[in-house]
């Protein structure tokens, strides 16, 4: 029988080697056709961040850098003897003598509350970027941390440029762009890129056969 007639015979009909199955083989289709367990970019071969993430990553480093902006200026006004008393209200509050160690210690004590309102949105930031879950919780952190911003504001603007009380509290703009970051973070969507991230980071290992292994020819060959 040539090769056309054999491909054209009906199953269970045709010559050749050992009975063929009762039933057709049944071939997967396509792999582009599957529906695939992580949704992976292309460019990166990390999984796809979704838009969802990429707008929660920019609000909380916005929030991260008006943080920043406030920090400069009273660690500007600190270093001068003239705006020191006035620089911050930590400083007011404590009302130390310019130069001496309680003026220092409270200065210290203000620059370490401004890199913590600093590094708590640009973690969190990163956090979601690299598709960790505890992004969502860091960021509620970090927002409630906010309120610290209070601490390093200047009171008031007596004495200094009309642009200090302006770039002086642009921190609180941390507030509602922190806030929004935050929500991102709960979508829907960026649950499922947490999930991504999780299979990314952790494969699933090989199925173990728990079965009998036969040896042998198969059973329709014999």
Do not use: C, K
């Amino acid at each position: 029988m040539s090769v056309a007639a054999e491909l054209d015979a009906p199953v269970g009909t045709a010559d050749g080697l050992g009975t063929p199955p009762a039933a057709p083989i049944v071939a997967l289709p396509p792999i582009e056709e599957l529906q695939p367990t992580l949704r992976l970019d292309a460019a990166t071969g990390e999984p796809v961040r979704v838009g969802t993430i990429r707008w929660a990553f920019l609000l909380l480093l916005l929030g991260s850098l008006a943080e920043v902006g406030t920090i400069g200026l009273t660690w500007w006004r600190a270093i001068h003897m003239d705006s020191f008393p006035t620089a911050a209200r930590l400083i007011v509050w404590a009302n130390p003598n310019p130069g001496s160690v309680p003026s220092l210690l409270v200065a210290t004590a203000t620059m370490l509350i401004g890199v913590v309102l600093v590094a708590g949105p640009a973690l969190a930031g990163y956090l979601a970027w690299v598709g960790r879950s505890a992004a969502r919780w860091w960021a509620i952190g970090t927002l409630v941390l906010t309120a610290a911003t209070y601490v390093i504001t200047p009171p008031t603007a007596s004495g200094a440029s009309w642009l200090a009380p302006i770039w002086g509290n642009v921190g609180w703009l941390a507030v509602p762009l922190t806030l929004a970051g935050a929500a991102l973070l709960w979508l829907p969507s960026a649950r499922r890129t947490y999930t991504d991230w999780a299979g990314f980071r952790t494969p699933a290992g090989a199925a173990s056969h728990t079965g009998e292994i036969v040896y042998g020819r198969l059973e329709q060959f014999r």
